[in-house]
């Protein structure tokens, strides 16, 4: 899932913010969104797996429901590394609900900045 902007936070406060990311290994997402990401995407289901020792929001074959997990969506070889604008574009988006609370990992890349501006006309 892509956000155009992210803070990451502890107990004392602000740690991390960046613009443009995609949140991986998502262990929570605050009600609005998981009900807004599951109605257009329902192959992400929370699972544990024995990779990462993890329960998180993980990508699901379409076809067999076999967990397939964030290692080989993100690998550089994996659907969301766009090489390229025509390859970005090809992405579909979908513009979300706006702010949302999640417990996640933020993965950054220069063509993650570049989304709502090559592809965000859908």
């Known amino acids: 899932m892509w956000v155009p ?4 936070r502890d107990d004392e406060g ?4 960046g613009e443009g990311a995609l949140l991986r290994y998502i262990e929570h997402l605050d009600e609005n969104a998981t009900a807004f990401v599951t109605g257009h995407a329902p192959w992400l289901r929370y699972a ?7 329960i998180y929001l993980a990508h699901h074959c379409t076809t ?3 967990l397939q997990g964030d ?5 550089p070889d994996g659907p969301y590394w766009p090489q390229d604008d025509a390859q ?5 988006f979908i513009r979300g609900l706006g702010p949302l609370t999640a417990r996640a990992s933020a993965g950054q890349s220069a063509w993650m900045e570049k989304v709502q501006e090559v592809c965000g006309h859908v």
């Open 5 to 8: 902007s992210f803070e990451e």
């Open 14 to 17: 602000l740690v991390d913010q």
């Open 48 to 54: 544990p797996t024995r990779t990462s020792g993890q």
């Open 64 to 66: 067999c429901g076999a």
């Open 71 to 75: 290692h080989f969506v993100f690998s």
């Open 88 to 92: 970005l574009a090809s992405l579909r």
